[in-house]
């Protein structure tokens, strides 16, 4: 079975592929300057002389406040980055042709061509708004889903799952008795 996908990457998506990468990242950075500033706070002010509840209240209020701003400082920087380069032309929008085999992904564009082998798949996550096929940590092919027809999205779910639980089975060493 194979098929070809046609794409069009553009700013948009690349902007969602940019926050999935931060995503965890800040996430966990805005609960550690939580922590931080909530509980240096709670005890300044009880240090103040202020009731211990009334501490831990205001610590922890200022402690959100300080964690939300954090994350929205990370998703505002990641929107100026992205933008910047595109209003440079270092990123552009660009076409890719991906097919999708028993061999594993190959991709077509006007920047060239290339095959990442089932093997090399390190994941693939799925989104709401597009498939992600990990070759590296923070590399990955991008195929947006609001530019598939809903049938062409099943198919693409059920061949990725298909070849990509294949080679990860194929992979698995036996267990020894």
Partial sequence: ???V??????KKDNLRYNYLLTQKRLFGASLLTLAIIG????????????APLD???QGALLGVIAAVLFLV??????????SNL???????DFTVDFTVDKTGV????????????????????ETKTAFYIFY???????????????????NLRSTLALYYGKSRAAQKTPEKK
């Fill in 1 to 3: 079975m194979q098929k």
């Fill in 5 to 10: 996908y046609h794409f069009t990457i553009t």
């Fill in 39 to 50: 509980a240096v706070l709670a005890l300044i002010r009880y240090a103040q002389g202020l």
């Fill in 55 to 57: 501490s831990l209240l």
């Fill in 73 to 82: 400082s990370g998703f505002l920087s990641t929107f100026l980055r992205i």
């Fill in 86 to 92: 595109y209003k440079k032309k270092t990123l552009t």
């Fill in 106 to 125: 190959h991709a077509t564009s006007e920047r060239g061509e290339s095959t990442l082998l089932w093997k090399n798949v390190l994941f693939i996550r």
């Fill in 136 to 154: 590296d940590k923070t590399r990955a092919n991008v195929m947006p889903k609001d530019q598939l027809p809903a049938e062409d999205v099943k």
